[in-house]
């Protein structure tokens, strides 16, 4: 693998916009409905912000988000679809047993057409794979198979709303070097990578969620535990790996001034980027902001604002993952 030399810091931001699919296995309608309700509100917010500051953004969309409603996925499901050994992890049973109970009364906490259409007509957002089922790429029961014909899905999908996807995240970040070879065979140019550091590495849902890289992971977003240095490399042939940096944690009204030496860090990082001529990724979902969304859009309005200044130095551009493939790659 070659690493991507850039004449300038590059300041990247993707999310992960999925919805209820990105937590259906780790909690309930009930218990994150405030979460996921907000999204509706708080997605115009960040994209005036992004207007306002000139940032470009990949929103790594997951392909049911298209769709109006449960029949329609029952229409488009792929032909190979994933076992895995742990069955919760498919959507397709819950998706089924929501249609047989004539389930109707929660849709927004699924599909998001609209929204879509918003972000594709804010300049500068690209719209990405988030894989069309949150499809975990490293659980034991994937196939290179399934994943092929789920990625395909979701291209087909998205064509049909005029967006043609060019970048992918995996969901849970689990990576899988396996899937490089279909990636590009289907036109994607990048996918969001892995910082370095080993608490950052991708395994299953179990491994990569186990108590020490969870706790040393969040510890990471105060205090300096590891240190990130991004570089964009490509991975095969003119497939990019643009590797995440950091993780924007929500507001949580954390005491101990926590909250300052989050934003602390992230700047620090980010002014670090600038010197180092490296990229700095930062990453959420937009479900993270659905509560205290005031005090997230604030926080993350200071982050925008350091942008700002770092961009008027000329020391830091904003690119979303698209661009950066076709500024290295020409595709």
């Known amino acids: ?16 916009f999925e919805l209820f699919w990105g937590v259906r296995d780790v909690s309930t309608t009930k218990k994150y409905r405030k979460n996921l309700e907000g999204v509706h ?36 499901i792929p032909r190979t679809t994933t076992k895995y050994a742990h069955p919760d992890l498919s959507p397709y049973p819950y998706i089924k047993r929501l249609i047989a109970n004539n389930e109707h009364s929660f849709l927004k906490l699924h599909f998001a057409p609209d929204l879509i259409k918003q972000i594709s007509t804010t300049p500068n957002q690209e719209i990405a794979s988030h894989t069309f089922s949150h499809f975990y790429c490293l659980e034991k029961g994937q196939t290179c198979q399934s994943f092929e014909e789920d990625l395909v899905k979701n291209l087909e999908i998205a064509q049909l709303s005029g967006i043609q996807l060019k970048s992918i995240v995996f969901p849970r970040n689990q990576v899988n070097k396996d899937y490089e070879s279909i990636l590009r065979k289907h036109g994607i140019t990048s996918y969001r990578g892995l910082p370095k550091p080993w608490i950052y590495q991708s395994g299953t849902t179990k491994n990569n969620n186990s108590y020490v890289k969870r706790g040393l992971r969040y510890l990471d977003t105060f205090f300096k535990i590891c240190t990130i240095d991004s570089t964009i490399i490509y991975a095969d042939d003119s497939l990019l790996n643009i590797p995440a940096s950091r993780f924007l944690q929500p507001f ?28 700095y990724h930062l990453w959420w979902h937009p479900h993270n902001f659905g509560k205290f969304i005031p005090e997230n859009l604030t926080q993350l309005e200071e982050i925008l604002i350091h942008y700002a200044k770092l961009n008027k130095e000329g020391k830091m551009a904003s690119l979303n993952m698209q661009n950066i493939a076709h500024e290295f790659t020409g595709r």
């Open 1 to 16: 693998m070659n690493i991507v030399p850039i004449p300038v810091s590059t300041f990247v931001i993707s999310l992960d």
């Open 252 to 279: 949580n009204n954390r005491p101990f001034g926590l909250e300052r030496l989050k934003l602390n860090r992230i700047k620090s990082e980010m002014t670090q980027a600038s010197e180092k001529k490296s990229i």
């Open 41 to 76: 509100q708080v997605i115009p917010e960040i994209l005036m912000l992004f207007t306002k500051y000139n940032i470009q953004a990949t929103w790594a969309t997951v392909g049911f988000l298209f769709l109006n409603n449960f029949n329609e996925i029952a229409a488009n």
